[in-house]
């Protein structure tokens, strides 16, 4: 029942473009999927060698005009490399979508378990998930200065609460959020730049232990776990909506942070 839920949301995007970063699965995927469903042209980034990525774009293409944008946001050369092709191949670009993250482990530390917190894992997921977000944004600047476009950012309820997270992961997170805000400075007037928290979202993004699943559902205040579409018709929004909100990180959480 709550996989098959549809958005009641739709827009007009005929003739724009955009670009959505770890669109292989999950919201990165939902998101591809929902703006080609309103007409727009859309890069799939996956990493080149996630099997996934080919067959994603396969399967959009059954919608409309999506393209394989293979590349790892978190290598400069690859991420740049990546944006560029993707600008060159539509002649411009409206809006990037800087979705791509990684938890870096299989189930979430604890943070009583410091020990367990490495220099490697603090590289590995700054890097992931929040300097891919700084370069591929920079990357992508002028092209979308030139359409006035704008930047949407997948951000997490663990930039606010970080209970239940790893902590470098929620660091980067709340990085996230700060970037946001100096985006949206460093690129107005012309474009908007805004971030999308979401909360628990049965994915198959990481092992949640079962204590943390249950925990999640029953405080938010609307009780169950977010479909990844319930993000993306906030992304979609956010990206060609929203004309006026920009600097802003929107929680869609179920209520589970109130
Ligand atoms: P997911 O694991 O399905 O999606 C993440 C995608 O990013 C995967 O396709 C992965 O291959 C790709 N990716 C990872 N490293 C990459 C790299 N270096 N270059 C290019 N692509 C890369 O999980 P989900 O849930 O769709 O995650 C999407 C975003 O949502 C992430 O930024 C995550 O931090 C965020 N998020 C997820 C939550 C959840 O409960 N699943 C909650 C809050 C935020």
């Known amino acids: 029942m709550e996989q098959s839920r549809k958005s009641m949301v739709t827009f007009g995007l005929n003739g724009k473009a ?49 393209i394989a944008a293979p590349g790892d946001v978190a290598d400069p050369v690859s991420a740049e490399r990546m944006i560029s092709n993707a600008v060159s191949e539509f002649g411009g670009l409206d809006l990037l979508v800087n979705n791509a993250g990684a938890p870096g482990v299989k189930e979430p530390i604890p943070a009583t378990r410091l020990d367990l917190v490495t220099e490697e894992l603090w590289d590995t997921l700054l890097q992931v998930n929040l300097v891919s977000v700084f370069r591929c944004s920079r990357a992508a600047a002028s092209a979308l200065k030139a359409s006035k476009g704008a930047i949407v950012n997948v951000a997490s309820t663990a930039a606010i609460d970080a209970r239940g997270s790893t902590i ?45 699943r249950r925990d999640a559902t029953e405080k938010a205040l609307l009780k169950r776990a977010i479909q990844p579409a319930e993000i993306a018709e906030v992304i979609v929004y956010l990206g060609f909506g929203a004309s006026m909100i920009t600097g802003t990180t929107v929680l869609v959480d179920g209520g589970l942070l109130a």
């Open 168 to 212: 470098p992961y929620a660091a980067a997170k709340a990085g996230v959020v700060t970037l946001t805000r100096n985006f949206a400075r460093a690129l107005s007037p012309e474009v908007r730049v805004n971030a999308v928290a979401p909360g628990f979202i049965d994915s198959t993004w990481i092992n949640w232990p079962e204590e943390t």
């Open 18 to 66: 955009a670009l959505v970063t770890g669109a292989a699965s999950g919201i990165g995927f939902a998101s591809a999927k929902m703006l080609l469903e309103s007409g727009a042209k859309v890069a799939l980034n996956f990493l080149p060698d996630d099997p996934r990525g080919p067959k994603a774009v396969a399967e959009l293409q059954t919608i409309g005009k999506a």
